[in-house]
C-alpha cells in the first residue's frame, strides 16, 4: 500500500457494503478488489459492535485499517480483535434508566432484549446476534412511543450528554463522537488523501459531509437521504441499485474517472 494513497475510503455497512436482508457484501468484492489493486484504505463505519465487526473486517482482508464502531462511539484499531471495556456503556444505561418511568419505558434497547429478540428484529442468526448485544461504547434500541414523546426523551437524555443517531433500523444512543470525528481521526494518518464516503441512513450524513466525494447508496427500505450540505458544489452520487451493488458500482465510477486501475474485474458481470 503507498505511504500516500489518493484516497481513503469510509463506508457504511448494512445497507451499503453488506445487503439489508441477507448481509452480504459479494457484490461488492470486485470493487473491493479494485480499491486493493491501487492501494486505497478502506475503514469500515457501522453501529456494530468491536465484537462483530472484527471477524467482518477479517473476512473481508480489511484487518490492517482500523474501523469505526457502535456509530462512532468506539475505534477497533487496525489488526485489534475485540476493544476493550465497558464503562461508557455502564454510564450509558445509568442515564438511561435515570429518566422518568414515562420516556423510559417506550425505549427497548439490546441491554434490555433477549438474544433470541435481537436476531428477530435485526435478521440475524442468534449467534451473530449475540456479538451485537456485546456493547461497549452505545446502545441501540427500538422506541414503541409517538413523536411527541420521542421528542421528550431526546431532550432528556440531551441534558445528560446523551446524542441519539437514527440508523437503518434502529435508534442509537451515546455519548459524544459521531462517525464523522472517528473519520477525521484516521485520515490524519493519511496526510493529502481525500476522503470517499459511503452511507445509506441519517446517522450516515455527518461522515457524508466530512467527505470529499459522498456516495448516498440506495436502500428501498427507507425514504431516500435528503440533499446533502455539499450538493451543487462537492461531488455526490446517489446510486440506483442498493446496497452493494450500488457500492460496486459507485466506486467503479470513481476509479475510472480518476484514472485509478481501470480495468475491471472479469467477475463484476
Keep these: 500500500m503507498p505511504a500516500n494513497p489518493p484516497f481513503l475510503v469510509v463506508t457504511d455497512l448494512d445497507g451499503t457494503l453488506l445487503d439489508h436482508e441477507s448481509y452480504d457484501a ?20 457501522s453501529s ?41 456503556y455502564r454510564r450509558l444505561r445509568a442515564a438511561l434508566d435515570d429518566l422518568p418511568p414515562a420516556l423510559r419505558a417506550p ?9 433470541p429478540e435481537i436476531a428477530a428484529l435485526t435478521g440475524l442468526p442468534e449467534e451473530d446476534a449475540a456479538l451485537a448485544a456485546r456493547r461497549q461504547f452505545s ?50 494518518a493519511y496526510p493529502g488523501a481525500g476522503i470517499i464516503a459511503l452511507g445509506d441512513a441519517p446517522n450516515d450524513r455527518e461522515m457524508l459531509e466530512a467527505a470529499d466525494i459522498a456516495v448516498v447508496v440506495a436502500n428501498p427500505h427507507r425514504p431516500p437521504l435528503a440533499p446533502l450540505a455539499q450538493e ?18 459507485a466506486i467503479h465510477q470513481i476509479l475510472e474517472t480518476r484514472g485509478l486501475s481501470s480495468t475491471r474485474s472479469r467477475s463484476d458481470g
Design 139 to 188: 446502545e441501540p434500541g427500538a422506541w414503541g412511543g409517538d413523536e411527541s414523546l420521542l421528542a421528550a426523551f431526546l431532550e432528556e437524555l440531551s441534558r445528560r450528554g446523551v446524542s441519539a443517531r437514527e440508523g437503518g433500523r434502529f435508534l442509537t444512543l451515546s455519548f459524544g463522537a459521531s462517525k464523522a470525528d472517528r473519520l477525521a481521526e484516521i485520515a490524519q
Design 107 to 115: 425505549f427497548r434497547g439490546f441491554a434490555d432484549m433477549s438474544v
Design 232 to 249: 451543487g458544489t462537492r461531488p455526490v452520487i446517489r446510486t440506483e441499485a442498493p446496497g452493494p451493488q450500488g457500492w460496486n458500482a
Design 48 to 88: 456494530k459492535t468491536a465484537a462483530e465487526m472484527a471477524p467482518l473486517r477479517a473476512a473481508l482482508g480489511l484487518a490492517r485499517f482500523p474501523a469505526i464502531v457502535e456509530n462512532g462511539a468506539g475505534l477497533l484499531p487496525s489488526g485489534a480483535g475485540a476493544a476493550e471495556g465497558d464503562a461508557d
Design 26 to 45: 459479494r457484490p461488492a468484492e470486485p470493487a473491493l478488489a479494485r480499491l486493493q489493486a491501487a492501494g486505497i484504505p478502506v475503514v469500515l463505519a
